[in-house]
């Protein structure tokens, strides 16, 4: 996964960083939202039309259900497959197709699970207070809420993903240790908590803090509460931007501290460090994408345009930022979680540092038309090329010293010196 670094404070690199910022904040995070929109407003429109009113809750449970089974099996699925689409068996092409068939599957997948378990929370004030508690405490002890946070804060590119190469929270593989029953059962456990466990929890803290902003933050005036979000977000971005060097320096060092100690206790101050991030990271989420999100449904129309209209406004919004996103090689992003890493692994204080695009495509290219020692590594498509090199042994029964030119000749001159003498 590539992170951006600490930049190098002279004037080129700092008009770069700055524009980087803001394509991300700007452009590809308003883009990831408004996909979500429309996805979601189709997806809840589509199970409502399909269940008469009596039955909506049954028919948000089977798409719950739908869902994380699709999800799971994802998961299942991907380590038997992943021989066949290996860059040796497939086509450069063939994989780019795949790929991204893949995490459109995986996309849809998870936002049923979004859009249902959303609604079967439901909005009132004890399942508020009860999702948060249960969503924040559950992520922390778990050292997972970093996975609760997408854009602006993980963005990743398409071309440096791998076809079926779904972490899970564990990291375990069940081709480890011979592949034994065991090792397969701890992973269908390990894929189980991800996609169940995991992303329950992250809609729940989602849940319950939108909730909260809904209930105190001017209801009766959506519209100026979701620019007053807007704002809040925004501002709150800026100041992580600045914050994360100085966060990730601390982090850093309360690593190497907890590296050189056998004491754990270093260790937990910086998962608790970067848990503090990540918590004021997830609140300046949660302000922009309520913010952007309600803006965006506010003056789209998608709430006021009647049936079929509303069919149609939300497949045209999807389609389109689909294709702009996947143009950008940012589709990857509307996935949460993105990514799977534990708070506090990520070394060198890296886990706290922002993702941002150019930063990554500079990275990318840079890394295509290097070559290192004969290895050619083309990450467009995640395919390895090593340049094969002959290497000659000598044998080890071989004296080396009878090799040399000088040797040689030295031996030849002494045959034709006992050939002589022979003759004589």
């Not at 429109?45 to 798409?63: K, P, Q, R």
């Not at 929890?201 to 933050?217: E, M, S, T």
């Not at 290895?375 to 040399?404: F, M, Q, Y």
Request: aromatic share 12%; charged share 15%; proline share 4%.
């Amino acid at each position: 996964m590539t992170i951006c670094h600490f930049p190098t404070w002279t004037s080129k690199n700092w008009y770069f960083f700055i524009l980087d910022v803001l394509l991300n904040a700007f452009i590809i995070t308003p883009l990831t939202i408004t996909l979500w929109v429309s996805t979601w407003e189709f997806i809840f429109n589509l199970v409502e039309v399909a269940s008469h009113e009596e039955h909506v809750t049954t028919g948000f449970w089977i798409v719950l259900a739908c869902g994380s089974s699709i999800t799971f099996l994802t998961y299942l699925i991907q380590h038997p497959i992943r021989p066949c689409i290996s860059p040796e068996n497939a086509s450069p092409a063939f994989l780019a197709i795949f790929l991204r068939a893949e995490m459109y599957l995986v996309f849809i997948a998870r936002m049923s699970v979004w859009v249902s378990f959303w609604y079967i929370i439901g909005d009132g004030k004890l399942s508020t207070g009860l999702s948060l508690t249960i969503g924040l405490i559950g992520l922390c002890c778990l050292r997972s809420l970093n996975c609760g946070v997408s854009m602006p804060m993980n963005l990743q590119l398409d071309c440096q993903q791998k076809p079926c190469n779904q972490t899970t929270r564990f990291m375990i593989k069940p081709e480890d240790n011979d592949g034994t029953l065991k090792q397969k059962l701890l992973y269908i456990g390990d894929a189980l908590v991800t996609a169940l466990v995991i992303e329950y929890l992250i809609i729940c803290l989602w849940r319950g803090a939108f909730n909260i902003f809904n209930f105190y933050l001017l209801p009766a005036n959506p519209e100026l509460s979701a620019w007053i979000t807007v704002i809040i977000g925004y501002n709150m971005f800026w100041i992580l931007v600045i914050l994360q060097f100085p966060a990730s320096k601390i982090s850093k060092q309360l690593s190497s501290s907890s590296s050189s100690s056998s004491s754990s206790s270093s260790k937990w101050k910086q998962i608790l460090w970067e848990q503090a991030f990540w918590l004021y990271a997830f609140i300046m989420m949660v302000c922009l994408w309520r913010g952007v999100w309600n803006v965006i449904t506010v003056y789209s129309g998608l709430k006021t345009v009647r049936e079929p209209y509303n069919f149609v406004l939300s497949l045209v919004m999807h389609i389109v930022t689909m294709l702009i996103t996947l143009g950008l090689n940012v589709f990857i992003n509307a996935r949460i979680p993105s990514y799977m890493a534990a708070d506090g692994t990520i070394p060198d204080g890296r886990g706290v540092l922002v993702k941002n695009y150019l930063k990554n495509v500079s990275n990318m290219m840079a890394a295509y038309v290097s070559d290192d020692e004969g290895e050619r590594t083309t990450l467009l498509n995640g395919k390895k090329a090593e340049e094969s090199k002959e290497v000659k042994k000598i044998p080890d029964n071989l004296d080396t010293a009878t090799t040399t030119p000088e040797n040689t000749q030295d031996s030849k001159v002494t045959e034709v010196a006992e050939k002589k003498e022979s003759s004589e």
